[in-house]
């Protein structure tokens, strides 16, 4: 059984080897009220788990950004163990390093269930590690991760939906119906002539300008993972900008098997001097893609999507293309 052949799969299915008691003992513990600032794309699929308690059902259907962020939760402990556990060398650890963490939290009394989730994580997360991780997963019997089938959206906002043409006369209908019924309002009776006052202000002093404050939008922040904030800084100056950049293909395509990256657009999440953390903004829709609004005002020639994985890049050596800077409704509209 292999590991993930993208890591939307390795999030899903590491979240499946999880005991469905232990995810919804979580999942019930968690403050998932509207007031809570919490994204509509993450709060309201946990809510529905929270409802309906199916487990899988969630694993196959809901948003993957919901997914990512119950399995980071679930497996946050044992994250920051191993990475306690490699040291030094936790931002780019030897398969043998990777390895020796592992079995040192298996004596430790950690599951295989726990180690395997963990495993699949850092696939779906892209960390540095994450060939060995997915190594381990494809090599080690006790790490094998259960299939998912994913079901994919079945709708679009851009697709309008099919109505049965007798719902819709009787639709219309109705509304004829609600229009006749109302009466139009009486003339409101003439009112009393009031004799005007006369200013005594100079008819030559204008008026005092009056200046109406614009409503402050506050920029969501967003929350890194241990890993993710030892490369890049959420604060930096490029973080909420689109840039065009070479991102790596998440498998190799048989056809092609040299080309293994293309140039595309993406929202850098974070940044350092030579390292960004994008989204990246692809054409077509996917269960882990969401439509992206701002694809006209920024030139982009189709309507695109945004992905809800995160993957980090190394530009040192690589040219990067400012596109634009997201304003914070935009950007906050991807979380």
Avoid at 57 to 64: D, R
Avoid at 306 to 330: G, H, K
């Amino acid at each position: 059984m292999t590991s993930a052949q993208t890591p939307a799969d390795a999030l899903r299915r590491g979240l499946a080897r999880f005991d469905e008691t232990l995810v919804l003992e979580v999942v019930t513990s968690l403050d998932l009220r509207p007031s809570t600032k919490i994204s509509p794309a993450v709060g309201m699929p946990l809510r529905g788990l929270q409802q309906r308690r199916d487990v899988t059902s969630f694993v196959a259907s809901a948003p993957l950004v919901a997914v990512r962020s119950l399995l980071e939760l679930l497996v946050a402990r044992n994250l920051d163990r191993i990475i306690e556990l490699l040291g030094e060398h936790s931002e780019r650890p030897t398969y043998e390093q990777m390895l020796a963490a592992v079995d040192a939290m298996r004596a430790e009394g950690v599951s295989d269930a726990d180690l395997a989730a963990l495993l699949a994580f850092a696939v779906g997360e892209q960390f540095p590690a994450a060939e060995h991780c997915r190594r381990l997963i494809d090599e080690r019997d006790e790490f094998a991760l259960p299939e998912v089938e994913v079901v994919e959206p079945t709708g679009s906002l851009l697709t309008p939906k099919d109505v049965d043409p007798a719902v819709r006369e009787a639709r219309r209908q109705r509304r004829e119906a609600a229009k006749n019924k109302k009466k139009p309002a009486p003339p409101p009776p003439p009112r009393p002539a009031k004799t005007r006052a006369v200013a005594s202000v100079d008819a030559a002093t204008p008026p005092a300008s009056v200046s109406i404050a614009p409503a402050l939008v506050e920029r969501r922040r967003i929350t890194l993972t241990p890993a993710e904030a030892k490369l890049v800084n959420a604060d930096h100056v490029k973080a909420g900008t689109v840039v065009s950049v070479e991102i790596p293909f998440d498998s190799i395509d048989p056809a092609l098997p040299d080309v293994r990256a293309k140039h595309r657009p993406a929202v850098v999440v974070a940044a350092s001097e030579s390292t960004l953390l994008v989204r990246g903004i692809y054409s077509n829709q996917f269960a882990n893609r969401q439509l992206f609004g701002p694809w006209r005002r920024l030139g982009l020639d189709h309507v695109s999507y945004v992905s809800d994985e995160r993957q980090v890049i190394d530009v040192s050596e690589t040219p990067v293309t400012e596109l634009a800077r997201l304003t914070d409704e935009e950007w906050n509209s991807l979380w």
